[in-house]
């Protein structure tokens, strides 16, 4: 079982896949195993009489050289210390969310460029909300409609969301996370300006 040629580097004795043409190192008990089948009447001449057993074996042996090898990589890449990126100051000047760009303060300074959006509406914040509440419940007419609407309300109150911070923040996903329908969270996160407006007409307006 020596190395048919040209020599490679597993030592002076090896198989060699026909199929494959790869090269497999025979150890000690590799030789015992075939030494064994021999004894038992085994032929073996050449490199294509190697014993079924011992051909899995090898198939076995790689196989788990080639998980430790690549568990080992694994393992010292998660052990690079982490690289610290220093960006230009610009970048924290204008940052982009899609098409729409976004004032970012750089570090260590303070954001005059964007001012907090605030609802500017005097009165509490629970009545407030409760009164934008009650006009979106307004401008629908099904009972489950108005009854989802409600329920908003409920929501609000009970996670003590008021409309000045849905207006800072509008993101109808944390209403929709805490159960309120999709719609009507779409509706009470993006409908406050139009609200305002409705509510600074004069109220003889209403009146026929």
Not at 117 to 145: F, H
Not at 164 to 169: C, K, S, T, V
């Amino acid at each position: 079982m020596r190395c048919p040629g040209p020599p490679c580097n597993l030592g002076p004795h090896c198989w060699v896949d026909r199929t494959s043409k790869k090269h497999y190192k025979l150890k000690w008990h590799h030789f015992k195993d075939i030494f064994k089948l021999v004894e038992e009447g085994h032929h073996l001449e050449t490199q294509d009489d190697m014993p079924e057993k011992v051909r899995l074996d090898l198939y076995a042996e790689e196989q788990q050289f080639l998980q430790r090898h690549q568990k080992d990589r694994s393992t010292s890449a998660s052990n690079i210390p982490p690289i610290n990126i220093i960006l230009p100051e610009s970048f924290y000047q204008t940052s982009y969310l899609g098409s729409s760009p976004t004032r970012v303060p750089a570090p260590g300074t303070s954001s005059t460029s964007t001012p907090i959006k605030r609802l500017d509406i005097s009165g509490p914040r629970d009545k407030v909300a409760e009164e934008y509440c009650a006009w979106q419940e307004s401008q629908v007419e099904e009972p489950e409609q108005k009854a989802a609407y409600q329920e908003a309300c409920k929501v609000m109150k009970d996670n003590c969301i008021d409309l000045g911070l849905i207006y800072r923040n509008p993101n109808p996903k944390r209403l929709i996370d805490l159960g309120v329908k999709i719609g009507a969270a779409e509706h009470i996160v993006y409908d406050i300006d139009e609200w305002k407006q409705y509510r600074k007409r004069p109220r003889t307006e209403e009146c026929p």
